[in-house]
């Protein structure tokens, strides 16, 4: 019958991806032997290359030769690969999930578990942070009341995964048993099996693919993974050649149903989304690079308790979980802020920009001691901004609501053609936390900006607190025109960021 079939069929596809993983397994540890001798016999030869010459007495000068071949032998095995992104994909949402801004309106109020009060919040605090009418939100959601069960998440996580993975894999033409590393990023949500078990069964990954689950790090989580990625790949040069990290949140289970006001913000914010990156190890890796991984820096700032405990998931007095966020996000974020970027914009910037920033700061300094003895006091001379614009082309910034976008783009120096695309995603599909990075990286390229040699600052600040930051540059040529046309900013790019009603031109 058709299920002895379908069993047949399944046997004989685990028996092939079997025979696949194991060949590609022995490729591996092939190469790594061969790699491994060859390395050994250029030591001998150089050895026995510096005994001849002073065995024969020949020139003093011969004896450079084989100390610079040795020394550039050694110097090439402990060097470390550059990491590269072979491509990424991100999910449109099928539009039957698609949630208007009154519709959500008149959702919370038939919902029956909300208070006048909450509902007048959450209806300010919608309409202000500037969202549009075509985001997304998981099917369990849509229901009245929203179920917000265990399995409700598993099915989103499905509803996610799959399709973003499937078009990954697709577009790359790197088949899954050529996965050696996957990382998956998801605050809220942490099944067993775990959520790359979830992924490995799907796609029948190797026995020896190495996983990893990231859960409570919030929007910078994304970068975070890459992090991890990139250590896996320069550890096992030569054995992983691939590393995939997939990054979305699971709203279904982050929904709240109680009235404490600073728990209801998570159901303003965030929305459905889901994006999946292929790094590779360029050393080893067969397939082309789009960008080449320039710098990546973490900071944390959790020894501080006022930071750690300003984004909390906790229960409220009726026995409710959410997610608190208290007071003083913006000074928090300004220290966190502050510890992070001069590491990295010393990491990043060109050194004409390091000079002309650091005589800047020496100035203001003498303007600021020469203005406290006039007045006496406190002198309010504006500090000194470096130009993150020597160092990056395009950048990618946190979704946070397109008020707390543009003000921290004027805090790093920055305008709103630097701030559009983190606009244009935040209006079109919402905070898809950590997942929002790839789909502003889709913004740029679906309007044909990101050209060969121009650099990409993705920029992530999230629970903990902590921020990310990872810098790209493409080296890969400018694809054609048709390129623009798929994916989720095909048919609406052009139409992003919108101007509200009455805003002044930008």
């Given at each position: 019958?058709?299920?002895?079939?379908?069993?047949?069929?399944?046997?004989?596809?685990?028996?092939?991806?079997?025979?696949?993983?194991?060949?590609?397994?022995?490729?591996?540890?092939?190469?790594?032997?061969?790699?491994?001798?060859?390395?050994?016999?250029?030591?001998?030869?150089?050895?026995?290359?510096?005994?001849?010459?002073?065995?024969?007495?020949?020139?003093?000068?011969?004896?450079?030769?084989?100390?610079?071949?040795?020394?550039?032998?050694?110097?090439?095995?402990?060097?470390?690969?550059?990491?590269?992104?072979?491509?990424?994909?991100?999910?449109?949402?099928?539009?039957?999930?698609?949630?208007?801004?009154?519709?959500?309106?008149?959702?919370?109020?038939?919902?029956?578990?909300?208070?006048?009060?909450?509902?007048?919040?959450?209806?300010?605090?919608?309409?202000?942070?500037?969202?549009?009418?075509?985001?997304?939100?998981?099917?369990?959601?849509?229901?009245?009341?929203?179920?917000?069960?265990?399995?409700?998440?598993?099915?989103?996580?499905?509803?996610?995964?799959?399709?973003?993975?499937?078009?990954?894999?697709?577009?790359?033409?790197?088949?899954?048993?050529?996965?050696?590393?996957?990382?998956?990023?998801?605050?809220?949500?942490?099944?067993?099996?775990?959520?790359?078990?979830?992924?490995?069964?799907?796609?029948?990954?190797?026995?020896?693919?190495?996983?990893?689950?990231?859960?409570?790090?919030?929007?910078?989580?994304?970068?975070?993974?890459?992090?991890?990625?990139?250590?896996?790949?320069?550890?096992?040069?030569?054995?992983?050649?691939?590393?995939?990290?997939?990054?979305?949140?699971?709203?279904?289970?982050?929904?709240?149903?109680g009235r404490d006001r600073s728990k209801l913000l998570l159901n303003c914010f965030f929305?459905?989304?889901?994006?999946?990156?292929?790094?590779?190890?360029?050393?080893?890796?067969?397939?082309?690079?789009?960008?080449?991984?320039?710098?990546?820096?973490?900071?944390?700032?959790?020894?501080?308790?006022?930071?750690?405990?300003?984004?909390?998931?906790?229960?409220?007095?009726?026995?409710?979980?959410?997610?608190?966020?208290?007071?003083?996000?913006?000074?928090?974020?300004?220290?966190?802020?502050?510890?992070?970027?001069?590491?990295?914009?010393?990491?990043?910037?060109?050194?004409?920009?390091?000079?002309?920033?650091?005589?800047?700061?020496?100035?203001?300094?003498?303007?600021?001691?020469?203005?406290?003895?006039?007045?006496?006091?406190?002198?309010?001379?504006?500090?000194?901004?470096?130009?993150?614009?020597?160092?990056?082309?395009?950048?990618?910034?946190?979704?946070?609501?397109?008020?707390?976008?543009?003000?921290?783009?004027?805090?790093?120096?920055?305008?709103?053609?630097?701030?559009?695309?983190?606009?244009?995603?935040?209006?079109?599909?919402?905070?898809?936390?950590?997942?929002?990075?790839?789909?502003?990286l889709g913004y740029h390229e679906a309007r044909g900006r990101v050209r060969r040699g121009?650099?990409?600052?993705?920029?992530?600040?999230?629970?903990?607190?902590?921020?990310?930051?990872?810098?790209?540059?493409?080296?890969?040529?400018?694809?054609?025109?048709?390129?623009?046309?798929?994916?989720?900013?095909?048919?609406?790019?052009?139409?992003?960021?919108?101007?509200?009603?009455?805003?002044?031109?930008?």
């Amino acid at each position: 019958g058709k299920s002895s079939v379908s069993k047949t069929f399944k046997r004989s596809r685990d028996k092939q991806a079997g025979r696949t993983d194991m060949e590609m397994a022995h490729r591996d540890h092939l190469l790594a032997a061969v790699h491994g001798v060859l390395g050994v016999a250029v030591l001998i030869l150089c050895l026995v290359a510096e005994l001849s010459v002073l065995v024969f007495r020949r020139h003093a000068a011969l004896y450079l030769l084989p100390v610079c071949a040795m020394m550039t032998h050694l110097w090439r095995s402990g060097r470390r690969a550059d990491i590269g992104l072979v491509d990424f994909a991100y999910l449109k949402p099928p539009r039957r999930l698609r949630v208007t801004i009154p519709g959500l309106l008149e959702h919370l109020r038939l919902i029956g578990c909300f208070d006048d009060g909450s509902v007048e919040f959450m209806s300010r605090v919608v309409e202000d942070s500037g969202m549009g009418d075509e985001t997304y939100f998981p099917p369990a959601l849509h229901y009245l009341p929203p179920s917000a069960t265990h399995a409700d998440a598993v099915q989103e996580a499905g509803m996610l995964f799959f399709p973003t993975l499937d078009e990954l894999f697709a577009k790359t033409g790197v088949p899954p048993s050529a996965v050696g590393a996957l990382v998956v990023n998801c605050s809220g949500f942490g099944p067993a099996p775990s959520l790359t078990a979830i992924i490995a069964n799907r796609y029948r990954m190797p026995s020896d693919v190495k996983t990893f689950n990231l859960s409570g790090m919030g929007c910078a989580a994304g970068i975070v993974g890459v992090d991890v990625a990139r250590g896996v790949l320069r550890a096992h040069v030569g054995a992983v050649d691939y590393a995939v990290v997939v990054s979305a949140e699971i709203v279904t289970i982050g929904w709240y149903r109680g009235r404490d006001r600073s728990k209801l913000l998570l159901n303003c914010f965030f929305r459905t989304g889901c994006a999946a990156a292929l790094l590779s190890n360029t050393a080893s890796a067969a397939a082309p690079v789009k960008y080449r991984l320039v710098a990546l820096k973490r900071t944390t700032i959790a020894a501080d308790d006022c930071g750690y405990n300003l984004a909390v998931r906790e229960e409220d007095d009726e026995g409710i979980t959410g997610f608190t966020i208290g007071r003083g996000l913006g000074r928090v974020f300004r220290d966190l802020l502050r510890a992070h970027l001069p590491g990295f914009g010393a990491s990043i910037l060109p050194w004409h920009e390091k000079l002309r920033y650091a005589a800047a700061l020496v100035r203001f300094r003498r303007r600021r001691r020469s203005s406290k003895k006039v007045q006496g006091g406190e002198g309010r001379v504006e500090a000194p901004k470096p130009n993150f614009l020597a160092a990056a082309s395009h950048f990618c910034l946190p979704s946070s609501g397109m008020p707390n976008i543009r003000r921290l783009a004027e805090g790093l120096g920055l305008g709103e053609r630097e701030a559009e695309a983190a606009l244009a995603t935040f209006q079109r599909f919402g905070n898809q936390s950590a997942s929002s990075l790839w789909y502003q990286l889709g913004y740029h390229e679906a309007r044909g900006r990101v050209r060969r040699g121009d650099r990409v600052w993705q920029l992530g600040i999230g629970s903990g607190p902590k921020a990310s930051s990872a810098l790209w540059e493409r080296v890969a040529a400018y694809g054609d025109a048709a390129a623009a046309d798929e994916g989720p900013w095909g048919d609406c790019v052009l139409r992003y960021p919108a101007r509200a009603p009455g805003a002044p031109l930008a």
